[in-house]
């Protein structure tokens, strides 16, 4: 099947800097990817929508000034997360749908750990 | 509005069977059904697209009532590797948006 890739898997970082997570379609080209953010115990929340070419829509209450989405290619997004701090800890899953535009590929998570 | 997934969480004993519910207050395309445990990504069971079908492999099975806007997760004789959080996620178009429900957390113990 078909495959997602995301890097890093986990980061720690200090209050106040920046961190960026890629997310890789390694065997087919993804026009859309979406990113998903999960706190501990709790469900999968979508952040916003990545198009290649454009820019990404994002969902009520997420801050674009913070969350920086760059869709540069058919096969990779990159998420941003700016000026981090201690709330923005959580895991971060990108996932891009299928040919069929049904099914989604998740990335293997970036667990976020802002000291 | 988060699709609400019943029981929150649920233990069993290898060999049992379980049912998880999935319920929207949306008109529904698709349902989409995950397993995810801890850490890792949530995978890929099935999709249930509208048509009120019931899909299956092996011992993991689903139903969509799309007038009802419910859909349901069947587990027989479950096996330890069960066990992790199943998450519904739904779709009101096509292009794979999709809203995850609550989860329901189940443990498959001996």
């Known amino acids: 099947g078909a495959v997602v890739s995301q890097h890093p898997s986990w980061v720690i970082c200090k209050s106040g800097t920046s961190v960026k997570i890629e997310c890789r379609s390694l065997d087919f080209q993804a026009t859309t990817m979406f990113w998903y953010r999960q706190f501990p115990k709790q469900s999968l929340m979508l952040m916003a929508t990545?198009?290649?070419?454009?820019?990404?829509?994002?969902e009520q209450g997420v801050e674009k000034d913070k969350f920086l989405i760059n869709h540069a290619s058919l096969t990779l997004s990159t998420l941003t997360v700016t000026s981090a701090h201690p709330e923005d800890s959580s895991f971060y899953i990108c996932s891009a749908p299928d040919r069929a535009n049904e099914k989604l590929f998740f990335g293997s998570g970036t667990q976020l750990s802002v000291l | 509005q988060q699709p609400v997934q019943s029981p929150q969480a649920v233990i069993l004993r290898e060999g049992e069977d379980a049912v998880i519910n999935c319920s929207s207050s949306k008109a529904l395309y698709s349902v989409h059904w995950y397993r995810q445990k801890h850490g890792e990504a949530p995978v890929f069971l099935m999709i249930l697209l509208k048509g009120g079908e019931q899909k299956g492999h092996d011992k993991i099975s689903a139903s969509f009532n799309e007038k009802k806007q419910q859909s349901s997760l069947y587990l027989t004789a479950s096996q330890l590797s069960y066990s992790g959080t199943y998450f519904c996620?739904?779709?009101?178009?096509?292009?794979?948006?999709?809203?995850f429900g609550t989860g329901t957390r189940l443990q498959v113990t001996l």
């Open positions: 996620g739904t779709a009101t178009g096509t292009a794979s948006k999709l809203t």
């Open positions: 990545s198009n290649e070419g454009s820019k990404a829509t994002y």
